[in-house]
């Protein structure tokens, strides 16, 4: 008989090299998410890593569970198909504020309604690192050092927690980068909630938005205890000033799952057919 | 006139009845041991528009509609002239109208068919809760020899549970109808019904194609409604709850066909179901199927495009985007059915191909055959089930996407120990890592396309009949009419080779060279405005010199008679 020894979050880690630029907060979500991984005590083949497309969307790749990177703006989607049609596995799905919230806005919105038991990372640096800097929808309307927008978007940024509570996310926190450990716990908190959990981290860009390495300054731990009632939370981040961390909302929600039943065979369901 | 069978079309405006009365006249049949098909014209509105019930009842199995109607039952003539073209009469058919409702109006007047007068709402309103189509509907029964018992049984057990009163107002206004039509001019009649002992299916071509993706193995459903594909997942949506399986409705065709890829990649048997503009959203994660070696199904069931165009009437025009709408180099399959039974073959067909090949499969269905309902032999069990090539647990050094000699390499089904893998959109090496190098692009590429090469069809590719110098190359729901319009040309001694091709992709060059040995001349036959099958037959198989091409758009479907004409031309 072999003594199984518990995994540490190494074991969770690719041999696959990041292809992110050196000081990208991606590589502190990275080692959050191992580090909450291995804390889970799951089997590495129990879990499911979805991502869409984007810098922080090759995440799977780079961690040794079972993955999927597939098509822009529908990480969502293909997490939700796994989780509905194997409920046995734990379900992961990340990317960036583009690929979550421009293209992939419609599933975020339905997956938050929907509340399948799964945990979303959202890698947020309020810019398009892959096609190199263009305005996400949460990039502040006055930015101007994009190309495509040189005057700025002139348009308000979504702010994705406020979107997750309005839209029935069952558990919403924040984290930053710049504190992985924070990450990695709310991450843990967030698989272990029953239902949709939103876990949006302040992820900066180094190359395109360096002015994003003050965020270490301007986050700050919430010190409240998490609300459980959804008007406290949109009372809270009404005056929220976009940089606090911590759980922000966990609510009660039942997680949807469609039940499985054997009620008849298919010979059965032939007969009707008969006339 | 086939002299097997009778044709019947029922119309009113929506609310008079005719579908329902459809539906009963096409239970009764099957009831009396006939075979039947029945299809159904409808506009665009919710309720309140004009809808028409179109059947064929016959003595023998039957693939297509005839020429034309012998019996017209206008419950009333409201928005006729939307359908009129659908409708067509001959000299000797009959038109049956209430007087209430005025005359015969030009665009049916123009047949140049009999008329009869019934007044059937007056007989309805004598009769305490009578309904004007239950007296069209008995009368209809009298003139064309069906007998009346067999739709009283139907009425028993469809209304009984509606209580006393409704059942014996129904069959009081039925047996009015009937008596009244004792005067009326005659029509053609139904033969005797076989005795051939052979159970009867009542289906439509959309609950064959649910039912084919569950006996396929298909576990897993991710759907958004659209018509006229609706019906697969309204069928499927029950059968799967009762059977261990479960179907959920997404918010939108991107999110369904991802839902069903994440669903394939855990391991689960997925499908979808949608129609022209649905399948054009999925395209794109299509390509990611190809890609990462996904295996799903979409059942396409194909209306009058582009964009929304007739969503309520059949047409074969996203053959195209079937074809060539994925970007890249995308090798999957098309599989068409081309009848209703064949829906159920078909969709089992392509569950088994896509999962044993791990690669997408789209059917094409269409609304001629999906919303039509027919009246079948009960079909016989088909081996097809699904069975994908799984990877072992811990296997040494995992290649997901290792280079194999039949380019079909085992999947790692996540819950499988020491396999761990990322499936990617992004080009890959054998172990599924991004690579943008030439030769992974090269050899990875090469794999794809082989593994559809490579596989054994075997005799599914194509329904082929008889063996003659000229053939008719046809896809789909236009098979029909040509098998019915290759039995007349035969009556008159022209013979002619029917090929209906099932799998579309990939092509099968050598197979179809060898259907194609010794003829001669070849008539392509498809319902598009653009020819989309013949070009597609032109671009990939060696056709003979002489070519010829019925090509016609939806909705009107394309009747016997015009085939036969144009051999007899050829002749």
Known sequence: ?275 | MSGYSVSVALTGSGGAGAMTAGQILLDAASKAGFYGLMTRSMGPQIRGGEAAALLRISTKPISSLDDHYDLLVAFDWGNIARFAAELPLAANSLVLTDPEQGEVPEPIAVFGARAAELPMKSIASGIPGGRVNMVGLGAAAVLIGLPLDSILSVLTAQLGRKGEEVLAAATAALRAGAEAAAILPSVTKLGTAPKDGVVRWNISGNEAAGLGALKGGIKFVAAYPITPGTEVLEWLAPALDKTGGALVQAEDELASINMVIGGSFAGIPSATATSGPGLALMTESLGLAVASETPLVVVDVMRGGPSTGIPTKSEQSDLNIAVYGLHGDAPHLVVAPNSISDCLYATQWAVYLAEALQTPAIVLSDQAMGQARALIGKPAESPYVAKRLVAEANIENYKRYALTASGISPMAIPGTPGNNYVADGLEHNERGTPSSQASDHQSQLDKRAHKLDAFDYGDLWADIEGDAEIAVVTWGSATGPVQEALLRAKAKGINAKMISLRLILPIQPAKMAAALKGVKKVLVVEQTHSEQFHKFLRAHYDLPKDVAVISQPGPLPIRPAEIVNRLAAWK
Not at chain 1, 225 to 251: C, K, N
Not at chain 1, 253 to 260: I, V
């Open chain 1, 1 to 275: 008989m072999t003594v199984q020894t518990p995994l540490t979050h190494q074991d969770f880690k690719s041999d696959v090299k990041p292809i992110w630029c050196p000081g990208c907060g991606d590589f502190s979500v990275l080692s959050a998410v191992t580090k909450a991984l291995a804390e889970l005590g799951r089997p590495r083949e129990d879990i499911a890593f979805i991502s869409g497309i984007g810098c922080s969307s090759r995440i799977p790749a780079y961690t040794k569970v079972y993955g999927f990177h597939g098509v822009h703006g529908r990480a969502l989607a293909i997490a939700a198909g796994v989780k509905l049609a194997r409920p046995d596995l734990t379900v992961l799905a990340a990317g960036g504020d583009g690929d979550g919230l421009s293209i992939g806005g419609n599933h975020f919105m339905h997956a938050c309604r929907r509340n399948v038991d799964m945990t979303y990372i959202v890698m947020d640096n309020q810019v398009y690192g892959m096609t190199k800097g263009q305005a996400s929808p949460t990039t502040a309307p006055d930015w101007c050092n994009s190309k495509l927008t040189p005057e700025g978007t002139g348009i308000s940024p979504v702010e994705p927690v406020r979107l997750a509570l309005a839209a029935g996310a069952n558990f919403i926190a924040r984290g930053f980068a710049g504190n992985p450990n924070e990450v990695a716990r709310l991450i843990l908190e967030g698989i272990n909630h029953p239902g949709f959990s939103l876990i949006h981290v302040l992820s900066p860009c180094v190359t395109y938005r360096p002015e994003q390495r003050d965020w270490k300054q301007a986050v700050h731990a919430s010190d409240a205890t998490p609300a459980q009632l959804i008007a406290e939370a949109m009372h809270r981040l009404a005056s929220d000033d976009g940089f606090t961390t911590g759980v922000l909302f966990a609510g009660n929600r039942q997680a949807f799952m469609p039940p499985r039943r054997n009620l008849a065979t298919i010979a059965d369901l032939e007969r009707k057919f008969a006339s």
